[in-house]
């Protein structure tokens, strides 16, 4: 079992920079997978970043290339998602979730199985 706590989230101008972290319990988290995914206001969750075991892996959407980065330190058991060059569009809750142990990094939400609450984060323009 493991349970996911985000933090980080709030409210930044266009341009601005964020960086959420996702704290998660267990001594076994250098062994799973992790992924960053958001959902805005009337839409379907959607992929942002993940990262495999040991960090050496990471895959981003099109639309955060470049300009977000996911890092995992698993002597923390925490994973982050370094936010910058932000836009409007990027407003959403923010969450992480874990993959099966052992299983690879996947863009697909169901492929996960633990899922933090979730950390809104806000752009204004």
């Known amino acids: 079992q493991v349970q996911l706590v985000e933090s980080g989230g709030g409210l930044v101008q266009a341009g601005g920079s964020l960086r959420l972290s996702c704290a998660a319990s267990g001594r076994t988290f250098s062994s799973y997978a992790m992924g960053w995914f958001r959902q805005a206001p009337g839409k379907e969750r959607e992929f942002v970043a993940a990262?495999?075991?040991?960090?050496?892996?990471?895959y981003y959407a099109d639309s955060v290339k470049g300009r977000f980065t996911i890092s995992r330190d698993n002597a923390k058991n925490t994973v982050y998602l370094q936010m910058n060059s932000l836009k409007p569009e990027d407003t959403a809750v923010y969450y992480c979730?874990?993959?099966?142990?052992?299983?690879?990094?996947?863009?697909?939400?169901?492929?996960?199985?633990?899922w933090g609450q979730g950390t809104q984060v806000t752009v204004s323009s």
């Open positions: 990262i495999s075991w040991i960090g050496g892996n990471t």
């Open positions: 979730a874990a993959a099966p142990q052992f299983a690879p990094p996947s863009r697909t939400t169901r492929d996960y199985t633990y």
